[in-house]
């Protein structure tokens, strides 16, 4: 079993910064991709980043040179610095790990942009 706990989320006007985090526990022991995902009210949940087990990344193009993901391996955590918000930046995020043929999420944690 893996847990996925995500923090860092909050309100901040637009143009300010968060870093959110998602750290994992539990039966960590091969991660072929760590995802960051983020839905709306009344929209579909949507990929904003991703990172591969070779790390390499993708991102949304709305997030473009905005976003940043990264990981740390050694304390089993993801990260997603977001520059640069805006309004339409605003949902829930959630941070999804890729082991073997499973996917695990987090709960969600909120951010909310201000005009």
């Known amino acids: 079993q893996v847990q996925l706990v995500e923090s860092g989320g909050g309100l901040v006007q637009a143009g300010g910064s968060l870093r959110l985090s998602c750290a994992a526990s539990?039966?960590?022991?091969?991660?072929?991709?760590q995802r960051w995902y983020r839905q709306a009210p009344g929209k579909q949940r949507e990929l904003v980043a991703a990172?591969?087990?070779?790390?390499?990344?993708n991102y949304a193009d709305s997030v473009k040179g905005r976003f940043t993901i990264s990981r740390d391996n050694a304390k089993n955590t993801v990260y997603l610095q977001m520059n640069s918000l805006k309004p339409e930046d605003t949902g829930v995020y959630y941070c999804?790990?890729?082991?073997?043929?499973?996917?695990?999420w987090g709960q969600g944690t909120q951010v909310t942009v201000s005009s």
């Open positions: 999804n790990y890729v082991q073997s043929m499973r996917n695990y």
């Open positions: 990172i591969i087990s070779g790390g390499s990344t």
């Open positions: 539990g039966s960590i022991f091969s991660i072929n991709a």
